[in-house]
């Protein structure tokens, strides 16, 4: 049997979501956390899960309005088959493009399961890519002809290169504003 709090934490986000759809618009600050991070408001602004240190040095995850436009989608909650396609975390907090390293987060990304069913998730990577100076079709392509290969270096002129990232190397997490509004090429 769920516990109390779960109950009406579920309550809460189903009334939330009828409130939204009454009037028809998704307000980031509204959302619960658990469908917060790779939602779209009405607005047009990605949300953004964010932590804030509550009562007594607790942790509480919060729901924000990021500065970062999306173009042609708003009111938009990202399915959960999308999130377990692309093997991304609703818990993500923040916006970083550190997990375009990842081999395994790579591969999910650029599956046909992913990348052709999922814009959401591929616009926001696309441009996560771009803000490294990469094209997020050349590090798909370069994955897909080496899988084996552990890491892509993006280098400072945008090409994709495999090779061994060096402790030197720099992996910029991108503040939600610093992210720039491309789109990827059509699917």
Do not use: W
């Amino acid at each position: 049997m769920a516990s109390p709090s779960i109950k009406l934490t579920f309550v809460l986000f189903i009334s939330s979501l009828f409130l939204h759809a009454a009037r028809g618009e998704i307000v980031c600050e509204d959302l619960p956390k658990d469908v917060c991070a790779f939602s779209i408001s009405s607005s047009g602004k990605r949300c953004l899960l964010e932590t804030n240190c509550g009562n007594h040095g607790t942790v509480e995850y919060q729901c924000k309005t990021s500065e970062v436009v999306v173009a042609n989608m708003a009111d938009y909650i990202e399915t959960d088959e999308c999130v377990r396609a692309c093997g991304v975390d609703r818990n993500s907090v923040g916006i970083s493009s550190d997990a375009l390293l990842e081999p395994q987060f790579t591969s999910k990304l650029c599956s046909p399961d992913c990348y052709q069913k999922c814009p959401n998730i591929v616009d926001l990577y696309f441009n996560l890519a771009a803000g490294e100076g990469a094209f997020l079709p050349d590090v798909c392509q370069q994955h897909r002809r080496n899988p084996h290969r552990m890491m892509v270096q993006l280098s400072s002129s945008g090409e994709v290169t495999p090779g061994p990232i060096s402790s030197h190397s720099s992996k910029a997490t991108l503040s939600p504003a610093s992210a720039p509004a491309i789109s990827p090429a059509p699917f």
